[in-house]
């Protein structure tokens, strides 16, 4: 953020001046707010609802949902580019709990290494008696790591038959909340017709017309988005979910292969946190959707529906998880079914 604050300030991009304050570079807190602004993409906010403006959009949704992705995952390490950066930054904890950064040593010929250590132990913060670890012995730590969390292409093939089968199973049970929400349109929109009437008949002031159209504007927008999300947003799950899964059956050579840059989010994808132990082992924890996928009695349940072509009765699926309309899009913490017990039998 802070080089592309001095790039536009290169460019020339300034503040709108005022009679009271000449124009100046932008400042990175202005910045902030503009990249995570919808406006830019056709959007305004009112009353904490987002509805389609009547403006152009600058940028499409693609490139303003990845500069939101970019965003998130530096956010979501808590990793700022400072003097030593590394990929790992922000993921890697120590076993006391603290966050693990880079420090660089030099040797009696004068010659720099570069060290991961305790922020806990180095900032006096607890009594933890952690070594510093070379950067690169790390590095290798974390990319045998990969391994220990691959699934077999033959478990991956049972999850995605039974995750597509769920899907399809939320689908169907869906058509009776989309039908009722459709006739809800259907009613906001005769009393719309309603309202102009009204005022065509001196029934009502103009200002009781502006209220009753806002009202029935807001409600519509949130009939929209709910039908939208419906339309789209199993299908962007079953895509994310069959991403991880593609990822989990290949992960170690899939990692190696990375950049650095594509490490971090890797990393992030999967972990919320890489802790190093004392004996200098990796463990980990996972994100949401990694977590699911791996959790053993899911896998019992994809063994049992390979078998049977079968859902487990233990899975549920009379209530299904009301769509997420916050982005209108399916987010990595939704799991897409319940269960009515925590131990099924395979």
Same mark, same amino acid.
């Given at each position: 953020?802070?080089?592309?604050?001095?790039?536009?300030?290169?460019?020339?991009?300034?503040?709108?001046?005022?009679? #009271?304050?000449?124009?100046?570079?932008?400042? %990175?807190?202005?910045?902030?707010?503009?990249?995570?602004?919808?406006? $830019?993409?056709?959007?305004?906010?009112? @009353?904490?609802?987002?509805?389609? =403006?009547?403006?152009?959009?600058?940028?499409?949704?693609?490139?303003?949902?990845?500069?939101?992705?970019?965003?998130?995952?530096?956010? #979501?390490?808590?990793?700022?580019?400072?003097?030593?950066?590394?990929?790992?930054? =922000?993921?890697? $904890?120590?076993?006391?709990?603290?966050?693990? !950064?880079?420090?660089?040593?030099?040797?009696?010929? =004068?010659?720099?290494?570069?060290?991961? *250590?305790?922020?806990?132990?180095?900032? @006096?913060?607890?009594?933890?008696?952690?070594?510093?670890?070379?950067?690169?012995?790390?590095?290798?730590?974390?990319?045998?790591?990969?391994?220990?969390?691959? +699934?077999?292409?033959?478990?991956?093939?049972? %999850?995605?038959?039974?995750?597509?089968?769920?899907?399809?199973?939320?689908?169907?049970?869906?058509? !009776?909340?989309?039908?009722?929400?459709?006739?809800?349109?259907?009613?906001?929109? /005769?009393?719309?017709?309603?309202? +102009?009437?009204?005022? $065509?008949?001196?029934?009502? !002031? !103009?200002?009781?017309?502006?209220?009753?159209?806002?009202?029935?504007?807001?409600?519509?927008?949130?009939? #929209?988005?709910?039908?939208?999300?419906?339309? @789209? =947003?199993?299908?962007?799950?079953?895509?994310? *979910?069959?991403?991880?899964?593609? %990822? /989990?059956?290949?992960?170690?050579?899939?990692?190696?292969? %990375?950049?650095?840059?594509?490490?971090?989010?890797? &990393?992030?994808?999967?972990?919320? #946190?890489?802790?190093?132990?004392?004996?200098?082992?990796?463990?980990?924890?996972?994100?949401?959707?990694?977590?699911?996928?791996?959790?053993?009695?899911?896998?019992?349940?994809?063994? $049992?529906?390979?078998?049977?072509?079968?859902?487990?009765?233990?899975?549920?699926?009379?209530?299904?998880?009301?769509?997420?309309?916050?982005?209108?899009?399916?987010?990595?913490?939704?799991?897409?079914?319940?269960?009515?017990?925590? &131990?099924?039998?395979?």
């Amino acid at each position: 953020m802070s080089d592309l604050c001095d790039e536009l300030a290169l460019r020339g991009l300034t503040s709108l001046p005022t009679p #009271k304050r000449p124009a100046k570079p932008v400042r %990175l807190s202005t910045l902030a707010r503009m990249l995570h602004n919808p406006y $830019y993409k056709g959007e305004i906010i009112y @009353k904490g609802a987002r509805h389609m =403006g009547t403006h152009d959009p600058i940028v499409d949704d693609l490139v303003w949902l990845k500069v939101q992705d970019m965003l998130q995952a530096h956010n #979501k390490a808590g990793d700022r580019t400072q003097i030593h950066d590394h990929y790992l930054k =922000g993921s890697l $904890y120590c076993h006391c709990g603290h966050k693990m !950064t880079v420090s660089m040593t030099r040797n009696r010929h =004068g010659e720099l290494y570069p060290y991961f *250590i305790c922020l806990g132990r180095h900032g @006096k913060k607890n009594d933890c008696q952690a070594q510093a670890v070379l950067v690169s012995t790390v590095e290798r730590l974390v990319e045998e790591h990969y391994k220990t969390i691959e +699934i077999s292409p033959e478990a991956c093939e049972a %999850l995605e038959g039974m995750i597509s089968e769920i899907f399809t199973r939320i689908d169907a049970t869906s058509e !009776t909340e989309r039908a009722t929400l459709a006739r809800q349109a259907e009613k906001l929109e /005769a009393e719309g017709l309603k309202v +102009i009437q009204l005022f $065509y008949d001196d029934a009502i !002031t !103009t200002s009781q017309v502006k209220r009753e159209q806002q009202r029935i504007e807001e409600q519509l927008q949130t009939i #929209k988005l709910r039908l939208k999300s419906f339309d @789209k =947003g199993c299908k962007d799950a079953q895509i994310r *979910i069959r991403a991880y899964l593609a %990822l /989990a059956t290949n992960a170690h050579d899939f990692y190696q292969c %990375l950049d650095p840059a594509s490490r971090r989010l890797c &990393n992030q994808a999967f972990f919320t #946190k890489i802790i190093l132990t004392e004996d200098w082992t990796i463990e980990h924890t996972f994100e949401d959707v990694y977590e699911t996928i791996m959790q053993p009695e899911n896998r019992l349940r994809a063994d $049992y529906w390979q078998r049977t072509r079968q859902l487990h009765p233990s899975i549920n699926l009379d209530t299904p998880l009301p769509p997420d309309t916050s982005q209108d899009r399916v987010g990595t913490s939704n799991i897409w079914w319940r269960w009515r017990e925590s &131990n099924p039998r395979p």
